[in-house]
């Protein structure tokens, strides 16, 4: 698992528990010390967010669990996948682009980071340099030609 999503989930996992076990259990008392529970906004809105950290902690935990079961010597060195740096070609736009393949926590598309799981990640899974890819995008499809692959075993390329 790359060391900064690691980093960032078990921030936001420790902020949450902070949150479950301190400050919501406060926020609930003060609450119950208003009376009527019926009619109480306050309880309900403290009610509400504890199971809504509740259910994002179990999200969380669950995708720090299946983050540390990647194992990287299984991604393959010549194909896309994860971790891969892939500049495709276009003939519709008649460009090219270059994309890294990246889990959805660091996905930014808007510097070439896209998930793979998205539908372009998707797309270009297990293709190698000379295949084409035909992508279903909600604007339409698109096909995309793989000029050039990097695995995550080659490094860093200079694009």
Do not use: C
């Amino acid at each position: 698992m790359p060391e900064n999503i690691k980093k960032a989930l078990e921030e936001q996992i420790k902020q949450l528990e902070y949150e479950l076990t301190t400050e919501l259990p406060a926020e609930i008392k003060r609450a119950v010390a208003l009376g009527d529970l019926s009619e109480n906004a306050e309880y309900h809105s403290a009610k509400q967010r504890q199971e809504f950290v509740n259910a994002r902690l179990g999200q969380l935990k669950k995708r720090m669990g299946e983050l540390a079961m990647v194992n990287l010597e299984n991604i393959p060195r010549d194909k896309v996948g994860f971790g891969s740096t892939v500049v495709v070609y276009e003939e519709a736009k008649d460009a090219e682009t270059t994309y890294k393949l990246v889990t959805s926590e660091e996905a930014d598309v808007l510097k070439g980071l896209i998930s793979t799981t998205s539908p372009i990640g998707r797309g270009l899974l297990g293709k190698e340099v000379g295949d084409e890819a035909t992508v279903v995008t909600p604007t339409g499809k698109r096909l995309m030609e793989i000029k050039k692959l990097w695995t995550i075993h080659d490094g860093t390329p200079e694009v």
